[in-house]
Nanobody, 133 residues
Framework: QLQLVESGGGLVQSGGSLRLSCLAS????????IGWFRQAPGKEREGVGC????????NYEASVKGRFTISRDNAKNTVYLQMNSLKPEDTAVYSC??????????????????????????WGQGTQVTVSS
C-alpha cells in the first residue's frame, strides 16, 4: 500500500550537486527506514545509504560518504538524498526503498555492510542522474 516516488534527477556537471526527493504516500513515513540505491547500465544495483525510521542515524556506502547526505522531513512525508561533489561514476538510476523495522525485525541500517535490496519491501520507480565530465 505504501508508494514511493523519486524526483530531482537530471544532468549535472562533475563537481555539481543535486537533491533527490522520495515522496511517500499511503503510509506514515516515520514508521519506515529508507534506503537509497543506484544502478548504472550493465552494473548491479548498489546500496548508497540508509536512514532509520526516527531519522537520528544514517549510514553510507564508503564511496559516497562525506559527499552524500540522507535526511527526512516527516511533516512532508519525504526523504532526501543530497548529492554534492558529483562524479561521472555517480551516473545511475537512483531509487528509494522502504521497510518497516517492526515487521522486518532482521533489518539493520547500522552495519558495516548496508542492507541489501532484498531487505526492503517498497520501491520507487527511480530517477536518472547523469554526471558529465
Amino acid at each position: 500500500q505504501l508508494q514511493l516516488v523519486e524526483s530531482g534527477g537530471g544532468l549535472v556537471q562533475s563537481g555539481g550537486s543535486l537533491r533527490l526527493s522520495c515522496l511517500a504516500s499511503g503510509g506514515t513515513l516515520d514508521f519506515y527506514a529508507i534506503g537509497w540505491f543506484r544502478q548504472a547500465p550493465g552494473k548491479e544495483r548498489e546500496g548508497v545509504g540508509c536512514i532509520i525510521s526516527s531519522g537520528g542515524y544514517a549510514n553510507y556506502e564508503a564511496s559516497v560518504k562525506g559527499r552524500f547526505t540522507i535526511s527526512r522531513d516527516n511533516a512532508k512525508n519525504t526523504v532526501y538524498l543530497q548529492m554534492n561533489s558529483l562524479k561521472p561514476e555517480d551516473t545511475a538510476v537512483y531509487s528509494c526503498a522502504a521497510v518497516d523495522p517492526d515487521v522486518r525485525s532482521n533489518y539493520r541500517c547500522s552495519s558495516a555492510i548496508l542492507p541489501a535490496a532484498g531487505r526492503y519491501d517498497y520501491w520507487g520507480q527511480g530517477t536518472q542522474v547523469t554526471v558529465s565530465s
